[in-house]
């Protein structure tokens, strides 16, 4: 007599189902692994990086997924390099005043003229002949007390002589 073997007792099943978990597996480590890197790539403190590890571990596919909505937006270098910017721009914005205002040529804090347009950058202290800037009442170099007439807008930023057109 033949007995009737079913499909879940062949061993086709068998090594269906076996793949089947093995890929499972692998796929489930293969996350895991992947949730460890990344948690290195981005955070700084070591016993994190273990917590973020153990979480793609532990809830089987749930975890990776709550890392991807706790894992911070950047990683390390992309911060440092963010920091790295942001110092550049700040000292290029704090060069910025060392330009006249007229020609964009380069000059320095205490200049009272341009050097290349000649346009008056500062007025000079009457008793020390320090430059002053527009809104001091009074010399910090000598103490003397700057007249508010002294130091207009509209005195300073113009040329100190007319060019000659050839």
């Keep these: 007599m033949i007995i009737a073997e079913s499909f879940f007792d062949s061993n086709t099943f068998t090594l269906g189902r076996n793949l089947t978990v093995f890929f499972v597996i692998v796929f489930w480590l293969a996350t895991a692994f992947w949730v460890f890197k990344d948690a290195r790539r981005r955070i700084d403190d070591p016993w994190l990086v273990g917590m973020a590890a153990l979480l793609g571990v532990v809830p089987p596919f749930i975890g990776p997924i709550v890392y991807l909505f706790l894992r911070p937006p950047d990683s390390i270098e992309e911060r ?3 920091e ?3 110092r ?3 000292d290029r914005l704090a060069e910025r005043d060392l330009h ?3 020609c964009r040529g380069e000059v320095d804090a205490s200049f009272l003229v341009c050097p290349v347009c000649t346009t008056r950058l500062k007025q000079a202290c009457s008793s020390c002949a320090a430059p002053l800037e527009q809104i001091w009442q009074v010399c910090p170099y ?3 007390p700057v007249p508010p007439a002294a130091v207009t807008g509209d005195e300073v930023l113009q040329p100190l002589r007319v060019r000659r057109t050839s």
């Design 80 to 82: 440092r390099d963010r």
């Design 84 to 86: 790295l910017e942001n």
């Design 88 to 90: 550049a721009l700040e």
């Design 100 to 102: 006249c205002p007229v």
């Design 142 to 144: 000598c103490a003397t």
